[in-house]
């Protein structure tokens, strides 16, 4: 409570610089900041009032038909769990595999677990896990071993360390052996991810409608080291499920997430499918082939956005992720997974911006475009606040601050609503502006280095080894590129303010 009231005590002070006559210096640079304030927060307004006709009102209907559908038909759905598992601790992998196990257990038709590994610790203890569960001896040390009980069967595979999209694809093609119809389900986990008990009983009666290709799901995180990474990403997840809700509106998420995601079997399994997972990659006019190392979730929901099938967000069902900080300090952790997060995005956005509007919705449509758009418009206002502060008068930079701090503290009392709960750390009011402006200088600048790409866990990367010539001009052009684009926002934005 004191944070808050001290919080809204600067505000005040703040917002006392603001007089008549700075506005009437500073009219047409606070017009075109507040122009582009009003086309941002309408945009989250609107996507509020969507993810709340969603959650409250349209969800409820069309899951409850769902599973009318689902009883109707009877059909055996048995479901393939599909879990990569590298550079996590024992502990977690214990937790996880036993929630997988737990699931596949109260699976109606059955369960397989393909267990893709690399370290023998790993297949070893995830057998130990298995034995623990079922009572059920499985395969050997060497090799993929497979045991069965309850319906429930598990194949370990060890694989060489080749990164994960060769695991995924190696995975997939073992359950195509198996022959999966429609009706059943491929559950996409990643190692660190615990996944809900009733996950099947929740995720197949979707797949009743022939049109729905895929879905995910709500998640949340488990850091149990209190401070600003843990506020951070557990206020990412509250952005995260409001913003899915609105695009659960429209049938069509902008991502299927790696953490836990559902896939209709027969499509998981289609070989242009598992090549797309497996070797996935886009040509970029300046920077040539880029072949993607990161970014498996955005390879599989571009194929199916591509295919034209519907991917549906279930706000009630959730998973746990386990995750730790990857680095020492907070911002260069944060810098480190937005470099990843934000390239993945922005390597598929482009092409998916090609596909027809009328085909896969045109609120989708546009909301892809968004993620374009919004990178150079959330880092206009600080733009124009600033120069407007040195050619007119210093008091802009308070009142502005004063305009940031209040609105960020409403978006989080609505962030807070949403999720149903009656307050939020104060800390999130700095994160959540700390999300919008870094993260668009981060966008912008993976923007113009899409070839740029990291795993947080593994030592495989692209882009960031020692140069030759040929990467030392391509680095200069993006630099080049880069500076060019920010230089003519800048002249842009000035002209329009009348700055000149």
Known sequence: MLGHVAYLSVIVILGGAVTSDMLGRAGAPALVVGVLGMWRYSWAALNFLRAIYFR???????????????????????????????GID????????????RAAARARDGAT???????????????????????????PEGGAGAGGSQGVRLIVDRIRGTGK??????SLRIIARHCPSSRDIVVFVDGDSCVPETLV??????????????????????????????????????????????????????????????????????????????ADFIDHWRLGRVNFLTGDDKSTWFWLLRQGYEMIYLPDVRSVSAESQPRSGFLESASVLMVRWFGNMLRTNGRALKLSPWRIGLFTWWSILDQRVSIWTTLSGPILALTAALAFDMAVLPAYVAWVMLT??????????????????ISYAFLLYFNQLFGALVKSFVFFRLDRQKWTRQASAQGGGRAGLAERLVAAGSLH????????????????????
Not at 90 to 101: A, D, L
Not at 481 to 493: E, F, I, K
């Open 113 to 139: 677990i393909v267990a893709s590994v690399v370290e023998g610790a790993d297949a070893r203890l995830i057998r130990q896990v298995f034995e623990q569960a079922f009572g059920q001896v499985v395969g």
């Open 56 to 86: 409250r009102v349209v969800h409820p209907r069309r899951k409850a038909r769902a599973q009318a559908r689902f009883a109707d038909a009877r059909h055996p759905v048995h479901a393939f769990f599909l879990v990569t598992s590298y």
């Open 90 to 101: 024992p502990e977690v992998t214990i937790q996880v595999y036993r929630s997988i196990f």
């Open 201 to 278: 009983a929740e995720a197949a009666p979707w797949f009743t409608d022939q049109s729905v290709g895929a879905l995910t799901t709500d998640e949340a995180v488990d850091i149990p080291r209190p401070g600003l990474f843990r506020d951070w990403f557990r206020l990412r997840f509250d952005q995260r499920q409001m913003m899915m809700c609105s695009m659960g509106l429209s049938n069509r998420v902008l991502t299927l997430t790696g953490r836990m995601s559902v896939f209709r079997a027969d499509l998981a399994t289609d070989p242009g499918f598992i090549e797309m997972v497996h």
């Open 165 to 170: 999209r060769d695991a995924m694809a190696r």
């Open 408 to 425: 960020r503290y409403v978006f989080c009392w609505g962030i807070a609503g949403f999720r149903g709960r009656l307050g939020f750390p």
């Open 481 to 500: 590129v880069h500076a060019l684009t920010m230089g003519w926002l800048t002249v842009g934005l000035f002209w329009f303010a009348g700055l000149f």
